[in-house]
């Protein structure tokens, strides 16, 4: 599947500096098993690629709540319910030129096999000019404590309880 991501114009996915670690997609690592891991493309790679699109949000900066879905369970997914949230760069509130793509790393289904961050959130990071695209490791999303993403540099409050993200 990696090689296929790249037959549809997908760039590699990161983690740090390394540029195929993020494992949370198949355009991170180029695995050597034919038939898996049973995993889709990260957050940034299906937003990219429009998939799920009736199931993006793209926040603009005011105060909202979200509720993420992982990506099988979409055909079930209510109104208000949404697979990939995009922060774009250059909201002055996040002061930022990264795009952030937020979603819920639900390890059923189409993705039983994700080897990073399963029945997480995960947020990509996909800085301006390039075509790869970065996972947060670790993030405080993945906590209900309140708090700043400090590790990928948004710069707003916000808070993940089980799989409702509010964005303030």
């Given at each position: 599947m990696h090689e296929v991501?790249?037959?549809?114009?997908?760039?590699?996915?990161?983690?740090?500096?390394?540029?195929?670690?993020?494992?949370?997609?198949?355009?991170?690592?180029s695995y050597s098993q034919d038939e898996g891991p049973v995993m889709c493309f990260n957050n940034a790679k299906m937003w990219q690629l429009g998939w799920y699109s009736?199931?993006?949000?793209?926040?603009?900066?005011?105060?909202?709540?979200?509720?993420?879905?992982g990506i099988s369970e979409y055909t079930a997914a209510?109104?208000?319910?949404?697979?990939v949230v995009r922060i774009a760069?250059?909201?002055?509130?996040i002061q930022s030129s990264s795009d952030y793509?937020?979603?819920?790393?639900?390890?059923?289904?189409?993705?039983?096999?994700t080897v990073e961050g399963g029945n997480q959130v995960t947020i990509q990071t996909k800085p301006a000019g390039t075509p790869s695209s970065y996972v947060t490791p670790a993030c405080p999303l993945n906590?209900?404590?309140?708090?700043?993403c400090k590790q990928c540099?948004?710069?707003?409050a916000l808070w993940c309880r089980h799989e409702t993200l509010r964005l303030i």
């Open positions: 991501g790249h037959n549809i114009d997908l760039a590699h996915s990161g983690e740090g500096t390394a540029e195929y670690a993020d494992q949370s997609g198949m355009m991170g690592y009736d199931r993006h949000f793209e926040w603009t900066g005011t105060s909202t709540s979200v509720e993420l879905v209510g109104s208000g319910q949404q697979i760069g250059g909201l002055s509130s793509y937020i979603g819920f790393n639900r390890k059923t289904g189409i993705n039983s096999g906590t209900s404590a309140r708090g700043q540099s948004v710069i707003v």
